[in-house]
C-alpha cells in the first residue's frame, strides 16, 4: 500500500513507495498514486511526463538528466507544474540501490532509504526549466540539421523500397471503401478523440490502436477493430477485447514483441513493413483499401521524433508521401465538425420542438373550452338528426 505525506513547504519532504524501471512507460503501468517514480529517462519526453503525473507519482526521482539541452523537451515542466518534486541527476547506481516497493523519502535533492542516503540530485523548479528550454531553443539550429541528415540519408537509401507493393497479412476486419481510424498514444490524443465524437458516429471508420492506442480507444468507450505494433505497451483488457492483432515486423527479421505474443497465447498476424508502427497502422490501412485515413495522436515534429528516440524522420516522411491525400491529421478533421449540425440532428430538434408546442396546446384552458364546445355541438346535431 502506498505511503505518501505531502511536501511541505517549510521542507519539501515526500515519503512514499518506490516504483524502479529504467523505462518509464513499463514504470507507469506499475506506478500507484502517491509512490515514487524512480526511472532512468535523459529528456523526459512530455508523454511519459503525463503518464507520470496521471499515475498520481508523489515524487518523480530521474537517474539521468532530464533536460540535456540537445532540444526543447516538454516532459520537465509537465511534471513541476503538476506540483510533483522532480530530483535530477541522481546517478544511475540509485536504481541498483532501491528496490521496488521500498519505503522512500525524497527530502529536497537527497534522497534517502531505510535511514541512509541514498543519491543526492538537484530539484528542477519552473524557472530554471524555462530558462534551460530557452537554451535549447538557441541551439535548436545544429539539432535540426543533424535531424534532416539522418533523414535524408535513409531517404536516399531506402526511397525505391518503400514504394513496392507490400504484402498484406490475412485480415478479418473490412477496409475497402471506409474511413480508418488511426490511433497512436502520442501528444494530444484525448483531446482529438472527443472532438471526433461526431465523425465517428457518423462514418463508422475502422478504429485502429497502435499499442497503447488501443487503450486510448478504450478510455473513450470505444472497441478497436485491430490492434497493430511490437505490444510493449498494450493492456491485457485491450487483448481480451476480441480486436485482430497484427504484428509489425521489419524486413531485416526485427520483430520486439513477439516474445509477448506468444506468452499470451494469442493468435495474431504478421505485417512486414519498415518503419514505426504508426507508419505501419496507415501502410496497412492505405493497402487494404481505406478511403481515408485520419491520423489521432501521431508523431509529426522534430522535437516529438527526439522525444522517441528517433533520429530522423524518414519512414514516416516516406509514408506520408506514399499515403497522399488518403492521408489526414485528426486536428483537421475536428475543425470540420466543431459546430456543425447534421441534418438527422435537426430535424429531431424539429421534431420535439413541435410535439412540445403540441403537448402544451393540448392542456392549455382556452383550447379545452374550445373542444369541448365543438363535441357538444356535434353530439347535439347527431341527437337531433337521429332523434
Known sequence: MA?????????????GRARVDRRTKELVKR?????VAVIDHRDLDRVAADALVEAGAAAVVNAAPSISGRYPNGGPIRVVRASIPLVDEVGRDLLDRVSEGDLVEVDGGTVRARGEVLAEGRVLDAPGIETAMEAARS?????LERFAENTLEYVRREAQQTFEPLGLPPLRTGFRGRHALVVVRGHDYREDLRQLRGYIREHRPVLIGVDGGADALREVGLKPDLIIGDYDSVSEQALASGAE?????????????RENLHSWGVPYEEFVVEGTSEDAAMLLAYEAGARLIVAVGTHATMVEFLDKGRAGMSSTF???LRLGPALVDAKGVSQLYEGRVRSGDLLLLIGAAVAAMLVVTLTSDPLQTFLEAIWLYLRNLWLSITG
Not at 31 to 35: A, H, I, N, S
Request: proline share 10%.
Open 245 to 257: 492483432l497484427i504484428h509489425h515486423v521489419h524486413p531485416d527479421g526485427r520483430a520486439p514483441g
Open 139 to 143: 541551439r535548436i539550429g545544429v539539432e
Open 3 to 15: 505511503v505518501r505525506r505531502a511536501p511541505s513547504k517549510a521542507t519539501g519532504v515526500v515519503v
Open 31 to 35: 506506478l500507484q498514486p502517491g509512490e
Open 318 to 320: 516516406l509514408t506520408r
